[in-house]
């Protein structure tokens, strides 16, 4: 017996009755689709941690092999893989970026090119320390601007975990205004 699946959000794949929840609808997001490869939650976050604020970088091949995996299932089409960046000051304390590790596994795995230096994230508080969508959003607003790399027009957008969006959001819309015509999300875990 195989139970149906509830129809889903095309852009953001929450469920849905239309093909866009009613948060992408008002949102408008700039991305055009975002898939996660699990719920954040028990041993994902865990794991997700672990790579964060425990150092355990080695971790990332597994997740990034999971991730590719579901990549390769969805089928968007993209010609460059590009990693949320991170603060500057931020990185030099954890010792790297957990969304450019995972990337580089998707490209690894894959075989599509990686563009590290596409965005760079100017100083700012981290979203974990906002305490809803609103901050979140403003935020991130002006968080993102072009980097040295030039922008491919079907971009994979990777990150550890969407929240709410709103880090996704901004990195497309960089992205969108310097050239990409799409751009698509990929994350580990989402928070529902």
């Not at 941690?49 to 355990?56: D, E, M, Q, R, V």
């Not at 090119?113 to 994230?121: E, H, I, Q, Y």
């Amino acid at each position: 017996m195989v139970r149906a699946e509830r129809p889903r959000c095309g852009v953001c794949w929450q469920p849905s009755a239309d093909s866009r929840c009613q948060h992408c609808r008002h949102e408008q997001p700039a991305f055009t689709a975002v898939r996660s490869v699990f719920a954040f939650g028990g041993p994902v976050r865990d794991l997700i941690h672990a790579l964060k604020y425990s150092g355990l970088s080695a971790v990332a091949p597994l997740m990034g092999e999971d991730m590719a995996s579901l990549l390769l299932d969805w089928g968007p089409g993209v010609s460059t893989i590009v990693p949320v960046p991170m603060g500057g000051s931020r990185q030099r304390r954890r010792g790297y970026n957990q969304s450019e590790l995972l990337a580089r596994e998707i490209g690894r795995s894959t075989g599509i090119p990686v563009a590290g230096r596409v965005l760079v994230r100017l100083a700012g508080p981290s979203q974990v320390e906002q305490p809803d969508e609103a901050a979140r959003r403003a935020n991130v607003k002006d968080a993102f601007a072009a980097g040295r790399e030039p922008v491919g027009d079907r971009v994979l957008l990777v990150d550890d975990t969407m929240t709410t969006g709103a880090t996704l959001d901004a990195c497309a819309r960089v992205l969108r205004s310097a050239g990409a015509d799409r751009v698509y999300g990929l994350t580990f875990a989402r928070e529902s």
